[in-house]
């Protein structure tokens, strides 16, 4: 079965859901629990869905992709934390994983773009157990970059949708 990368961000995109470990330690209550606030921001959450990608390697879908298809838009993206689980796993929670468009400006990652929908407040606490226990990824400023980058030249990331500022600084031409 395929993995799924959560990468859940805030509304300014600056902090990621799974990313309270190292940006917003004042959001674990305890060792093995956190506060409600990472489950809070996140945009969806009044649909009762989380947006998740389904990881492949023979379509390059990687962190570092989604990552910089998310980031791309911005204009001084930083890190960017992950955490890749597997969808067994959700499914045996009794989530259900459905097959959504993705909205970022990659057109063929959107296509592995899902949902994690018909949320309730158990399942969603139990997703937030399931992701303590996940692996944990960082991409890099330095990796996202990169990504960035190599995503504009192969056309994957068309240059005119990238931030300016961020096009600027990478040095991406129109």
């Known amino acids: 079965m395929p993995s799924l990368l959560v990468a859940i961000t805030s509304e300014d995109s600056s902090v990621s859901w799974v990313g309270w470990r190292e940006q917003c330690p004042h959001w674990i209550a305890k060792q093995d629990d956190i506060n409600a606030a990472p489950l809070c921001i996140h945009r969806n959450i009044h649909t009762n869905t989380v947006s998740v990608y389904e990881l492949s390697d023979a379509d390059q879908i990687t962190p570092a992709r989604v990552a910089a298809a998310l980031a791309a838009k911005r204009p001084k993206p930083q890190s960017t934390g992950c955490v890749i689980v597997d969808d067994t796993a959700v499914r ?76 600027e600084r990478l040095g991406i031409a129109l």
């Not at 994983?97 to 158990?122: F, S, V, W």
């Open 92 to 167: 045996n929670l009794g989530v259900e994983i459905e097959k959504t468009p993705g909205t970022t400006i990659d057109a063929e990652l959107n296509k592995a773009h899902r949902d994690l929908a018909k949320l309730t407040g158990k399942r969603l606490v139990d997703i937030t157990r399931l992701l303590l226990e996940s692996e944990f990824v960082t991409v890099t400023l330095p990796e996202l970059e990169a990504s960035i980058r190599a995503g504009a030249n192969d056309g994957r990331l068309p240059p005119k949708h990238i931030a300016s500022e961020l096009r």
